[in-house]
């Protein structure tokens, strides 16, 4: 068995709408059968006894190795901890060969299940030693590693739950929610409204406190000190003077980080010192008695509190301190970083100390019942505990925390308060606020270790998101074999006449309110997301290709709108195992099945293959066909849907009795229309800006505005006239876009009609054979000319090729070989006469058409000199 490739699908994708890994897995013949490979199982069982089934309940087939190596990548994945279910081993045209598809939550992880599960079934073929347990392991920790944080994650989790869509920006906790114009960003339990200046006063202890008594809201005593003898002497000042104790901790500082609480003596706070110190600047206050609260508070509520508990061992007169540590860490809740509900004790130095002053070492007993403490700091960070305490908590603290987090700035915000009790106000039991804290954990709230856990996450989704808001920008995409960058171009266009900033994306670039921010093809997922991330974004229009969408599935969860143009045989078959026109439609179909529920598919009904996808789609449809009476579109406006169609020289939009009317005169790309794959085009971008919500007004008037000129539409049936011949440029390159071309030309004057034609080497030999078998009925004179890459072919196949389905053409009496496409459509020019016709199917669209505009250009200005 081997794996010829690995690639992760990011996005909603052929197989499954959830994130994937595919591999390519080619099995020789004794390997499509795992159960004739004589002890493979019980081998495989014995390294990994986890794995579970291997042949599903009542399957009926042959099951290879691929089949297990699906299984088992998904079963690694299970078994460190990831929420996965799904995997398909699809068999391909070519025997042995198998693509497997495995579900995963963090690609990293998804990937080395992947590889590490081929070596496990390698090692049980060769009877190998492997360690399943230490592969598990390390996939937990990369899991740990990768995955958003807790606190992050449930805001996440709560953007999800309202349908807001979400994209990570670093490895790290900032996250990006919603879409272009509409987008807002989280990092960690922080927001994009707080400022820099908020969360630097926050950092600032004894600033914080000033401005907080200042603002009525009770503090400790204290100030920060110069150096060890400053500190006693504040000490003193605040709190041992009077035989109360003291704490000592950074001015600067989080997660309980070199603080030192109950201090009563020099020594102890020496060594207090030392330790805030390695930290930054130090402060002493009074330390206040009784209970550690973390009061969390968004926006003007105050959503959640607990009472946090210091870590700590309970004796049990047989094990020792240490060993009491080592079995509390046992509980599958806590772990070394903050990626758990709870963190593992340290029996570090701080804790060490902490013990001592009890008389203590890690290896003393303690006895039955015996509390010991092994830190003074209750900070979740530090191993400690927490109990839900928000339904204790009395109005007037609620309200005292709110006004502290609104005095420093902060719209999320952790108050640490200490007191007795939450039950009474903290003037009333000398209490109060020793902290605030910008992007405080919410770990104690989402998973307390007693007491009801909070859904923490919503209110700050809430605090981002008015209600009924979803972060969502209008999405339209678009596919279909031909017609779709005219289409994507043209929808963009109506968008854009409405005020929207739009973003689109084709196979000419990707554009944002009409500048262009990248170049080439990019009607794949990357482009989209890049469209869907920039900031001037109110409407998307994006073009998904079939490579983007095998490659990596589509760059969003779901569309508003998807458009299918038609689907052909041209469309690159016999690529990544689509060898059918039916396989084309179920990739296709992708984009349909991806439609909100709330959404529509604007399908093409005079297409068997696209008029079969209404059944996937989750939302409405709408059909488009020229013939109202075709039975698809007769039926579903019988049924009172949505249908547009033309009739008697009209773009019409109808649903049950209701009709808008727009004359084709009045669209110029159609020109009257004459050109019938325009006109679809047309009928296409018309049902989706109907399906948007855009006023009539303003499809009238953008379509009025759209004509298919080098700016609006380059290579897209592009009318020039040179010397009084017609020349059109177009990018067309398949059977079905040459038949609609000739459709379209024979529709236009012209007395001896010329085509310059090149072919795409990734297509297949009858493809392009096929193309000039057509063409070669409709015109007189056909140039062939090479492309600038071959795509895999050796130089001069395709040249042969297409002069093989010019051979007993019935119209071409002058067909020649020209070396250069520049050069080829030079010759061209050159043997047009006034009233003669030249279709040029570029292949460097942009250079192409700069020629042919220079060239016109230059004719103009002899005509014009010699006038």
């Known amino acids: 068995m081997k794996i010829s490739r690995i690639r992760a699908l990011r996005g909603p994708n052929l197989w499954t709408r959830s994130t994937a890994i595919e591999a390519i897995v080619h099995c020789d013949s004794r390997e499509c059968d795992y159960l004739a490979l004589a002890g493979f199982e019980d081998r495989l069982r014995a390294r990994f006894p986890a794995i579970g089934a291997l042949q599903p309940h009542g399957a009926d087939q042959r099951l290879s190795l691929a089949h297990v190596l699906g299984t088992a990548a998904l079963s690694l994945q299970a078994q460190a901890g990831c929420p996965v279910t799904f995997n398909r081993t699809h068999a391909t045209v ?14 990293a992880v998804g990937c080395l299940a992947m590889e590490q599960a081929g070596a496990l ?28 944080g807790p606190s992050t994650g449930s805001i996440v989790d709560a953007a999800v739950a309202r349908g807001i869509p979400f994209r990570r920006l670093t490895s790290g906790s900032l996250v990006q929610l919603g879409w272009g114009s509409q987008a807002r960003r989280i990092q960690a339990a922080e927001l994009d409204v707080t400022s820099a200046v908020a969360e630097s006063i926050a950092q600032d202890k004894d600033l914080t406190k000033r401005l907080l008594h200042a603002a009525g809201v009770p503090v400790p005593l204290g100030r920060p000190v110069a150096d060890v003898e400053d500190a006693w002497a504040v000490a003193q000042e605040v ?13 600067d500082g989080n997660q309980g980080k070199g603080v030192t609480v109950n201090i009563t003596t020099r020594a102890q706070l020496d060594a207090a010192y030392a330790t805030a110190f390695e930290y930054g600047d130090v402060m002493v206050e009074r330390f206040l008695p009784g209970h550690d609260f973390r009061l969390l508070v968004v926006g003007h509520h105050l959503v959640a509190a607990a009472r946090r508990e210091p870590p700590q061992v309970l ?18 809740r806590r772990g070394s970083g903050h990626g758990t509900a709870l963190t593992k004790i340290r029996l570090d130095d701080i804790a060490i100390a902490r013990i001592a002053a009890e ?29 839900d305490v928000t339904d204790d908590v009395h109005p007037e603290i609620a309200a005292r925390a709110i006004e502290a987090a609104q005095t420093i ?40 270790s007693f007491g009801k856990p909070r859904n923490v996450g919503a209110p700050m989704v809430d605090a981002l998101f008015a209600p009924g808001q979803d972060g969502r920008v209008p999405l339209v995409a678009v596919t279909g074999t031909n017609g779709k960058t005219t289409t994507t171009r043209l929808i963009a266009h109506l968008f854009t006449s409405h005020g929207w900033r739009t973003a689109m994306t084709n196979t000419d670039g990707v554009y944002v309110n009409g500048r262009q921010i990248d170049s080439g093809d990019c009607s794949g997922p990357r482009s989209a997301r890049n469209a869907l991330f920039h900031p001037e974004t109110d409407a998307a229009v994006l073009e998904c290709a079939r490579g983007g969408m095998l490659r990596e599935g589509l760059g969003f969860d779901r569309c508003k709108v998807a458009v299918v143009t038609n689907v052909g045989a041209g469309d690159h078959l016999g690529l990544n195992y689509i060898t059918t026109v039916e396989d084309v439609a179920v990739l296709k179909r992708v984009i349909v099945q991806n439609v909100a529920q709330d959404g529509y598919a604007v399908l093409n009904a005079a297409d068997p293959h696209v008029a079969a996808m209404g059944g996937a789609c989750p939302g409405q449809v709408i059909y488009f066909a020229a013939d109202r009476h075709h039975p698809v579109m007769a039926t579903h406006r019988a049924q009172g849907s949505r249908v547009v169609y033309v009739d008697e020289g009209h773009i019409v939009a109808a649903e049950g009795s209701w009709r808008e009317n727009i004359a084709l005169r009045d669209i110029p790309i159609t020109h009257g229309g004459s050109v019938g794959f325009q006109v679809e085009n047309v009928m296409a971008s018309v049902a989706a800006a109907w399906a948007v919500g855009l006023p009539w007004q303003t499809i009238r008037r953008g379509l009025a505005g759209f004509s298919t000129d080098g700016d609006n539409a380059p290579g897209r049936f592009n009318i020039m006239d040179y010397r009084g011949a017609t020349l059109i440029a177009d990018y067309g390159h398949n059977p079905d876009a040459m038949r609609a071309l000739v459709q379209a030309v024979q529709a236009m004057p012209g007395q001896r009609r010329s085509v310059v034609i090149s072919g795409a080497g990734d297509r297949r030999d009858q493809d392009i054979v096929e193309q000039t078998q057509i063409l070669g009925t409709a015109f007189d004179d056909v140039i062939l000319y090479q492309d600038a890459c071959q795509r895999g072919r050796e130089d001069g196949e395709v040249l042969a090729l297409l002069q093989q389905g010019l051979q007993g053409a019935p119209r071409a009496s002058y067909v020649t070989e020209i070396h250069g496409e520049f050069v080829a459509i030079d010759h061209a020019l050159e043997r047009l006469a006034p009233g003669d016709l030249c279709l040029v199917l570029v292949d460097q669209v942009e250079e192409a058409l700069e020629h042919l505009q220079r060239r016109c250009a ?6 014009a000199g010699t006038a």
């Open 94 to 107: 070519e025997p042995g060969t198998y693509q497997v598809v495995v579900e995963y939550t963090e690609e």
């Open 121 to 148: 079934l390698q090692s049980a073929l060769d009877d190998t030693p492997f360690d399943t347990d230490k592969l598990i392991a390390a996939l937990r920790e990369l899991d740990e590693d990768e995955r958003i």
């Open 239 to 251: 709190g041992l003077q009077e035989g109360l104790a003291v704490v000592v901790k950074p001015q």
């Open 315 to 332: 004796g049990d007169g047989v094990h020792s301190i240490r060993a009491l540590v080592d079995l509390v860490n046992q509980d599958p």
């Open 359 to 387: 008389g203590l070492t890690p290896d003393s007993v303690p006895a039955q019942g015996q509390r010991v403490v092994l830190r003074n700091n209750a900070n979740l960070s530090t191993g400690g505990s927490a109990t």
């Open 409 to 448: 700035g902060l719209h999320i915000c952790g108050v640490d308060v200490v007191c007795e009790t939450m039950l009474k106000p903290l003037e009333e039991q000398s209490g109060g606020i020793v902290e605030v804290n910008a992007a405080p954990g919410l770990r104690m709230h989402l998973a307390p």
């Open 858 to 863: 230059e004719t103009s200005r002899t005509t």
